[in-house]
């Protein structure tokens, strides 16, 4: 049907498989999916750690794209990686501006809104590429302008999250 060596591509840069249009059993309608992200977030803003983790499929892999930390891997490290910021907050709030999904990808665009236990707030827009396996998110990929968000948070925050390494959220 196609020329030898121009076969269709049908992984991404990172060698992971790209959706088709032929789903599987095992695999969500685009809609589905977006609901699976939704719930998702909507237990992050609650800061519901039970009801993320039903979320995740057991081989998530969460990163902040611009850091330099290696990012998590598994629910429970995801969570942990959270919580190391968020135990801060007494308050996330996000508004969607998009949600599209095709195959088993989901981009969210988004404005999180994050306010202090000490009263300060912070607000940045992200975009955020999942990835879905088996109905649950396997890959969490946020993209934001580190130095937009940081230089936002209060001086001790920064102090708080300078006392946290990547052995905090590994196994």
């Known amino acids: 049907m196609f020329p030898a060596g121009q076969e269709p591509i049908n992984k991404n840069s990172r ?20 609901a699976v992200v939704k719930k998702m977030w909507q237990a992050l803003s609650e800061m519901d750690w039970e009801g993320m983790k039903a979320c995740m499929h ?3 892999f969460y990163e902040d794209v611009p850091s330099d930390d290696p990012g998590a ?14 135990k801060h907050l007494s308050k996330q709030e996000q508004t969607t501006h998009h949600l ?20 300060e707030t912070a607000q940045h827009t992200f975009c ?4 879905m396996k088996d109905g649950l998110v396997s890959r969490w990929s946020d993209y934001w302008d580190l ?9 001790w925050f920064l102090e ?12």
């Open 128 to 131: 955020t590429l999942h990835e």
């Open 73 to 86: 891997h598994g629910p429970e490290n995801c969570v942990k990686r959270l919580q190391i910021a968020f």
């Open 58 to 60: 057991p081989d998530i």
């Open 160 to 171: 708080e999250m300078m006392k946290a390494s990547a052995a905090d959220f590994s196994d």
């Open 15 to 34: 060698g992971h498989s790209m959706s088709s249009t032929v789903m599987s059993s095992t695999e969500m309608s685009p809609e589905q999916n977006k």
């Open 100 to 119: 599209i999904a095709e195959g088993d990808v989901v981009f969210l665009d988004h404005t999180e809104k994050w306010t202090f236990t000490s009263g």
């Open 147 to 155: 130095n937009k968000f940081v230089g936002q948070f209060p001086p």
